[in-house]
């Protein structure tokens, strides 16, 4: 099992940028797929990017693409979420998933059902 804390949220302005923070406790991150999905209010949480086990693969929503950044520091056990240029529509309540079974370098699911392991998420705020 991982215990997954994220930190990094905030309020900022339209265009502006934050970093995410996703550390783990208890275990190491490295045998794991590491995802961010984001839950705006009112709507569902949806799958906004994830990183395979071995850094070697990452993946984006389309919206978020060219903005966003996933990477990880196995040696720290923490993933990172870089954002960019962030919109008004990037408000949500930011979350950090782990999984070990069902993203790599080939493919990967991303709908949160199937991921295994949460953190109790960080709020990003974009005023326009």
């Known amino acids: 099992q991982v215990q997954l804390v994220e930190s990094g949220g905030g309020l900022v302005q339209a265009g502006g940028s934050l970093r995410l923070s996703c550390a783990a406790s208890g275990r190491t991150l490295s045998s794991y797929a590491v995802g961010w999905f984001r839950q705006p209010p009112g709507k569902e949480r949806d799958f906004v990017a994830a990183i395979t086990w071995s850094g070697g693969s990452t993946y984006y929503t389309d919206s978020v693409k060219g903005r966003f950044t996933i990477s990880r520091d196995n040696a720290k056990n923490t993933v990172y979420l870089q954002m960019d240029s962030l919109k008004p529509e990037d408000t949500a309540v930011y979350y950090c998933?782990?999984?070990?079974?069902?993203?790599?370098?080939?493919?990967?699911?991303?709908?949160?059902?199937?991921?295994?392991?949460w953190g109790q998420g960080t709020q990003v705020t974009v005023s326009s």
């Open positions: 998933a782990a999984d070990p079974r069902y993203c790599s370098d080939s493919r990967c699911d991303i709908k949160p059902q199937t991921w295994g392991y």
